[in-house]
Structures are given as C-alpha cells and as structure tokens.
Nanobody, 124 residues
Framework: QVQLVESGGGSVQAGGSLRLSCAASEYTFSRYCMGWFRQAPGKEREGVTTIPPGGGSAYYADSVKGRFTISRDNSKNMLYLQMNNLKPEDTAMYYC?????????????????WGQGTQVTVSS
C-alpha cells in the first residue's frame, strides 16, 4: 500500500510559480509510474503530466507544455511538479498518483494510489 502526501500548493498571481511535492511511503517507489492530476470545481479530474519509474521521458498535457516540469528523486521517494507562468485556468486541486507499471498513462483509471491533494489558486 503506497501512501502519497502532496504539499506546496498555495495562492499566486498569474505569471507566478509554485513547486509541488509528493512524498511516497513506499520503499519501492522507483518501480512506480507517477503522475500529477488536477481537478477544478465542477470538472472531471484530468491528467497533467507523467514520469516513468526510472525518470527519463515525461509526458505533458498540451495545456501545460513548456510551463510545467515533472521530476522525481527515487533516492528520496519524492515526486515534484515545477509550475511556471501560472494562469488562472490552472486553478485546481492537484493530486499525485502512483501506478504499478513500468509505463505511464494520463488516464485516471490507470493509477492505483492517490494522495489527498493540494490546492493551487491562480488569480488574474
């Protein structure tokens, strides 16, 4: 059972930056595909970005390409999301998720474990 705890959310103005972190309890963290998802009020949860178990090639939703960067530190069981040039439409609850897989997907149903979320609010 993997426990995931997100942190780093907050309120920023448009154009600002935030760095989200996700701490994983599982010592086999390096075997999991990891992803960041977000859910705005009244909308479905959507995939933002994923990173495979060993790091390497990440995948980004078109809406965040060039602005967000996902990374992981397997030695610390940590996942990160650097968010730059934030826009009001990025406002949402952000979740990290883990999948028992060597490859990744942006489908929410692909993921086995979820954190409780951290709120990001971007004002114009």
């Amino acid at each position: 059972q993997v426990q995931l705890v997100e942190s780093g959310g907050g309120s920023v103005q448009a154009g600002g930056s935030l760095r989200l972190s996700c701490a994983a309890s599982e010592y086999t963290f390096s075997r999991y595909c990891m992803g960041w998802f977000r859910q705005a009020p009244g909308k479905e949860r959507e995939g933002v970005t994923t990173i495979p178990p060993g790091g390497g090639s990440a995948y980004y939703a078109d809406s965040v390409k060039g602005r967000f960067t996902i990374s992981r530190d397997n030695s610390k069981n940590m996942l990160y999301l650097q968010m730059n040039n934030l826009k009001p439409e990025d406002t949402a609850m952000y979740y990290c998720a883990a999948a028992v897989s060597s490859w990744c997907s942006l489908w929410t149903s692909f993921y086995n474990y979820w954190g409780q979320g951290t709120q990001v609010t971007v004002s114009s």
